[in-house]
């Protein structure tokens, strides 16, 4: 090998590297996304540490996200299925809180696909 | 028995280069008997042989040689027309592109290894360009690139010494007599 051929191999080794991060980020939940009625009322990166409050049929929900999940903290609803589901970090996973009208759902890079098979 | 109207004579630069892609369409068939990890993942052993002649004979005999050997290839493994006949074809025009490129750069500090390496990542962008444009139309396509680009990492290395070597050895031989060159740094 010459000396250019050592440079070139660091190179390609450097480039290839500085990808690596792409195959760790697949399919990964990238934001909570929160509707009444169908209808979005926010959209929280999974990104940093969040907790909001939205207005729902009954009352006031918490919305509270963290890094990479997302859950309802609070909701005014009777049976409280929407919280006691707890977090959500997959993509397409929702919470529905019925008696509020509210969801949390997290949305993926792709929202269309579940998957891929080749 | 009347004699064909038409007559081919295969000229010598014929010759050489239909063997020179017989030993590359043998390695493509080889390889293609080994497993591997990741679908679309290969070794590409037959580009040692697209080294070789683009060493000794230039870009011309090498686009011929690879791209008989795309051809030949798929269609001694039944992949003529598929999908992975398209990929090994774009990938093979880009890894030539980029051998015209690399060619050029100056001899004495860039030898087969550098080529190859350059060859293997052209291959696979190309490969993966086809692929998201016309094949798989989804971003998904690209979370493969990384294990793509080891494999052109590895790979390419590979090639590139094997390449390296052979040509050394063929340089040793021809250079036997007079051993007169001897202009190994």
């Given at each position: ?118 | ?14 010759r050489r280069i239909a063997r020179y892609a017989a030993a590359a369409i043998a390695l493509s ?155 190994r740094t």
């Open positions: 090998m010459k000396p250019g051929d050592w440079g070139m191999f660091l190179l390609f080794a450097a480039g290839t590297a500085a990808l690596a991060p792409v195959a760790f980020s697949g399919g990964v939940a990238e934001k909570a996304v929160v509707r009444r009625d169908g209808v979005v009322v926010a959209e929280l990166p999974l990104t940093q540490k969040r907790r909001i409050e939205v207005a729902g049929a009954l009352g006031t929900s918490v919305i509270e996200v963290q890094p990479g999940r997302a859950r309802v903290a609070a909701d005014p609803g009777p049976r409280q299925y929407c919280v006691r589901q707890g977090w959500l970090t997959r993509p397409n996973a929702i919470a529905i809180c019925a008696p509020s009208h509210l969801s949390l759902s997290i949305a993926g890079r792709s929202a269309d696909h579940d998957s891929l098979a080749y | 028995m009347t004699a064909s109207p038409i007559e081919l004579i295969p000229t010598a630069d014929d068939v080889v390889e293609a008997a080994i497993p591997m990890p990741l679908p679309g993942v290969k070794p590409g052993l037959a580009n040692i042989i697209t080294l070789i002649v683009l060493a000794r004979y230039g870009w011309r005999d090498a686009v011929w040689v690879t791209l008989l050997r795309v051809v030949a290839g798929s269609l001694l493994l039944g992949q003529f027309l598929a999908p992975g006949f398209f990929l090994s074809l774009s990938g093979a025009l880009a890894s030539l592109v980029a051998l015209g490129l690399a060619m050029h750069l100056p001899a004495r500090w860039f030898g087969p290894v550098s080529q190859s390496l350059a060859a293997a990542f052209a291959h696979i962008a190309g490969q993966l360009l086809v692929a998201r444009l016309w094949l798989v139309p989804h971003d998904g396509l690209l979370y493969l690139l990384p294990f793509f680009a080891l494999a052109a990492l590895l790979f390419g290395l590979a090639n590139g010494l094997a390449a390296a070597k052979l040509l050394e050895e063929i340089a040793s031989t021809a250079a036997l007599p007079g051993e007169a060159t001897n202009d």
